[in-house]
């Protein structure tokens, strides 16, 4: 009985893994546009992607990224201006990137952009640090893949949307968690209405990854800006104590838990835009696949206790 039960799971497994395997044919004149090519993860898959033929059309932010992306590159990359958080911006490149793909449509977008900062207490946060989060990574990333789905549909292409395991156990207060939630739930349900066309939805939950996301010097000055616009009673219930604890925990996070292979989390995105059967989800990195979510099935109460032991007391707890 035992023996007959795990042949047929060593049988499914095998199945599965060469489904898996099953790469979509020439990619050569396929287009993918990728947001937040700036730096980062955004920046090595567009190089990737161009070294393996894609047509790559690499958006950035700023024009130091868009020179950046222009060196080094084939002549098959081309890099553009977008500010995903403005209509204008994203109706400019649609506009380009239609003249560029003509009637192939486009094979790929992968909603990479994004930004982490205000991380913190969910007492420290004012809406407008909300807004400004989820603007970029929830709803500039909606409005990119809305404003892009008629192209994608156009070459039954694929869409991969870059959440974070973040989005299954909120770790810390601000906008990053929640919108990732978002971005979850955005791609889930997009997901299921877009099989019909013949078009792939993936999500990529990276773990903590060294980027200029998780730039420690950049969260530890955020951290003091949201630690001295507090009022005089809040900073008294907290306590200065609990503050230089609370930053020497996020900078003992990023050191212990960052990793600096960012190859981990752009094969994820190269197999969902290049596998003849995209997977649903991809979780990146060692932190993600033996911690965080693991940490995310465990009963709350269980969670909790765990991530509140890693963090400080505030002077006026009561417990
Ligand atoms: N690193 C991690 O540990 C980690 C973990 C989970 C998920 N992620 C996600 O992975 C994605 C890529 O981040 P990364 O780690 O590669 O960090 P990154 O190097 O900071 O990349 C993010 C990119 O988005 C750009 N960007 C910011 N605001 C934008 C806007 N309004 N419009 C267009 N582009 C904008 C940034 O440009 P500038 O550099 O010019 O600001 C930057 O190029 C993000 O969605 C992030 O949330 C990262």
Redesign the pocket.
């Known amino acids: 009985m035992w023996l007959y039960l795990l042949s047929v799971v060593l049988l499914l497994a095998f199945g599965w893994l060469i489904r898996d395997r099953q790469k979509i044919g020439d990619v050569k004149d396929k287009y993918v546009l990728i ?9 090595l898959l567009a190089k990737r992607l161009d070294h393996q033929g894609f047509c790559v059309l690499a ?4 024009q ?2 868009v020179d950046s992306m222009h060196r080094g590159n084939s002549s098959r990359l081309k890099a553009v201006l ?5 209509r204008v911006s994203i109706q400019k490149t649609a506009d380009w990137v239609q003249a560029q793909v003509g009637e192939k449509g486009l094979w790929g977008l992968v ?6 900062v205000p991380i913190g207490p969910t007492e420290w946060m004012k809406m407008e640090d909300y807004h400004a989060v989820l ?3 929830l709803l ?1 990333l909606m409005e990119v893949t809305l404003t892009f789905l008629p192209l994608v549909k156009k070459a039954r292409g694929r869409i991969v949307n ?5 989005a299954r156990i909120s770790f810390a207060g601000g906008g ?1 968690c929640l919108s ?1 939630c978002g971005v979850e739930s955005f791609s889930d349900s997009l997901r299921r209405d877009m099989q019909n066309f013949g078009v792939q939805v993936s999500i ?12 420690l010097e950049c969260i530890e000055k955020d951290l003091h800006r949201l630690w001295d616009r507090l009022s005089p009673e809040v900073r008294e219930s907290y306590g200065q104590k609990y503050f230089e604890k609370y930053v020497q925990v996020q900078r003992f996070s990023m050191n212990v838990l ?1 990793d600096s292979d ?1 190859s981990k ?1 752009t094969d994820c995105m190269e197999h969902a835009l290049t596998a003849r059967h995209a997977r649903t989800r991809y979780a990146a ?1 060692w932190d993600a696949k033996l911690f965080w979510i693991p940490l995310s099935y465990m009963p709350t109460i269980l969670a909790d206790f765990l991530l509140s032991a890693l963090l400080p007391k505030p002077s006026q707890s009561v417990r």
Do not use: H, Q, W
């Not at 958006?59 to 700023?62: A, F, G, K, Y």
């Not at 870059?162 to 973040?166: E, H, I, N, P, R």
């Not at 990529?204 to 730039?215: L, M, S």
């Open positions: 947001t937040g090519c700036d730096s980062g993860f955004g920046s958006s950035c932010l700023t130091k990224g977008l500010d995903v958080t403005d909603n990479n952009a994004g930004r982490a603007g970029v990574n500039g870059v959440a974070s395991v973040m990053y990732k990529i939950e990276p773990g903590f990854f060294r980027t200029a996301v998780t730039n960052c960012l989390v990195g």
